[in-house]
């Protein structure tokens, strides 16, 4: 008869010598900086956008949240409801083209730390048709995506909206361990917004989870085109320093 050959294999390792992406703390700090006297945190400062940017010290942020004004499938598709209510309003903002958007995110880019995050809002055409040539040749790339049910029907003549959509990207080098602190946040989130104020109204709960996950404790978080300013009252709930403008104030 045959003797059995013994195999032996080597003991897995255990969980706690598991390499994990997962963090729940940071180790990125952000610096100390000086901001010239004009930029006061947490206040709806009435300013252009570029110029703002302009004004605070490169790689010295560690998070920017940035709407572009632009009115999407309004100008696209002509939905007929442009001279009422809201639909008035959006049409007597000024309008930001790629060009424009660009800038603002290459300045975006210059501002921010080392893997530092922007939290880019678009709407379904843009995402649609693809917006890598608003960030080309930065130091930014897509690592996240999320989709804002607003739980309420929006416009359209085809499908009707429901959803705005979130794009995260972040300044090389790209990580999330130690970086993103928080590991619960649905790609999917549900929040409606009531009491509105603004054209452009934003989630205050979803934009509250990500300043949490991507700053510490009186980090501050910037927002060029502030609009409602929601990026402030979630910097509130938060406990971060807030600095935004709008051109309206």
């Not at 390499?19 to 400062?45: G, W």
């Not at 049910?149 to 959803?163: I, P, Q």
């Not at 946040?185 to 104020?197: A, G, L, R, S």
Request: net charge positive.
């Amino acid at each position: 008869m045959t003797k059995a050959k013994i195999l032996s294999f080597t003991k897995p390792a255990s969980k706690t010598e598991s390499p994990t992406v997962f963090s729940s703390v940071r180790d990125v700090k952000q610096p100390d900086i000086n901001l010239p006297a004009e930029l006061k945190l947490n206040t709806r400062l009435k300013m252009e956008g570029i110029y703002f940017l302009q004004q605070i010290p490169s790689k010295s942020i560690p998070c920017v949240f940035f709407d572009p004004q632009y009115r999407g499938v309004l100008d696209y598709l002509s939905y007929g409801n442009e001279g009422e209510n809201r639909g008035r309003e959006r049409i007597a903002l000024v309008q930001m083209n790629d060009e424009k958007i660009r800038e603002f995110i290459v300045e975006i880019d210059r501002i921010l730390i080392a893997s530092g995050h922007l939290f880019l809002w678009v709407d379904k055409f843009h995402l649609a048709q693809g917006i890598s040539h608003w960030y080309i040749d930065t130091s930014l790339d897509v690592v996240d995506f999320i989709a804002w049910n607003k739980d309420k029907m929006g416009m359209g003549y085809r499908t009707r909206r429901y959803s705005e959509y979130l794009i995260v990207l972040q300044k090389k080098p790209k990580r999330a361990k130690g970086v993103w602190k928080i590991h619960n946040i649905p790609d999917i989130w549900t929040e409606k917004v009531n009491n509105i104020t603004g054209v452009h109204p934003k989630p205050i709960g979803l934009q509250g989870e990500l300043i949490k996950a991507v700053t510490n404790s009186g980090d501050i978080v910037v927002d060029p085109a502030a609009g409602s300013f929601s990026i402030l009252e979630a910097c509130q709930t938060r406990g971060r320093n807030f600095l935004g403008c709008d051109l309206r104030g």
